[in-house]
């Protein structure tokens, strides 16, 4: 079945290093997003591409930076990673929608990154 | 930018009963309302949604009212079983941008 995968499943870090997590999808979706859910406040959006060329900024980007490799392929970076930044992270993906129309979005299984 | 607010925060109700779960939005021109379920460990999951010209949609034991003048749309899940135990989330296109905004969720559990 098509899915969305996440790598890795669960990272444990220390302050100020570099983590990248990756996100790939056999769904065939052009849109990619980046989730984080803390308990309390649902999930926020981080970063969010419509294709290869488009990147664009969601409500909490700071901090954060990502790369889209490829159509299936979309990487969460943070340089320097904090303990606020302490979450579970999601990607999702959807199908383009005529007009203006959203489509439903496919969530990866999380990755649940702790920062010491 | 849109805002979205969900309430309650927890819900607990007896196996049998309906529950019910509300969320306001503040963009007029949000036209598009999608139900997430997210089971303990799992990942969110659309469970059903309903578009602006739409007032209300239903599908077996779960529905979801839209009030475009109040700006408010609610689920409601009929006669509970155990496996509906889990976090629900709603959300709402933002204006101009294919986003959504998530309400804060729902953590419902059905007691047997």
């Known amino acids: 079945d098509a899915d969305v995968t996440q790598t890795p499943r669960n990272r444990i870090t220390k302050t100020g290093k570099r983590i990248m997590l990756e996100c790939s999808q056999t769904k065939g979706h052009d849109r990619m997003y980046w989730y984080r859910q803390d308990p309390g406040l649902g999930l926020r959006l981080i970063y969010y591409?419509?294709?290869?060329?488009?990147?664009n900024k969601g409500e909490i980007s700071d901090g954060y930076s990502v790369s889209r490799q490829a159509q299936a392929k979309f990487s969460l970076s943070l340089e320097s990673a904090i303990p606020n930044q302490t979450a579970l992270y999601f990607c999702?993906?959807?199908?383009?929608?005529?007009?203006?129309?959203?489509?439903?979005?496919?969530f990866g299984p999380g990755t649940r990154l702790t920062v010491l | 930018g849109e805002n979205v607010e969900q309430h309650p925060s927890t819900l607990s109700v007896q196996e049998g009963d309906s529950a019910v779960i509300k969320c306001t939005y503040s963009d007029s021109a949000s036209n598009y309302f999608p139900w997430y379920k997210q089971e303990l460990g799992k990942r969110p999951q659309l469970i059903i949604d309903i578009r602006s010209n739409v007032g209300e949609k239903k599908d077996q034991r779960i529905a979801v009212t839209l009030n475009k003048t109040a700006k408010h749309f609610s689920l409601h899940i009929t006669e509970t079983q155990p496996e509906d135990s889990a976090v629900y989330f709603c959300?709402?296109?933002?204006?101009?941008?294919?986003?959504?905004?998530f309400g804060q969720g729902t953590r419902l559990t059905i007691n047997p």
């Open positions: 999702a993906t959807s199908e383009i929608g005529t007009g203006s129309r959203i489509n439903e979005q496919f």
């Open positions: 591409s419509f294709d290869v060329k488009d990147i």
């Open positions: 959300a709402a296109t933002s204006s101009g941008a294919q986003k959504l905004v």
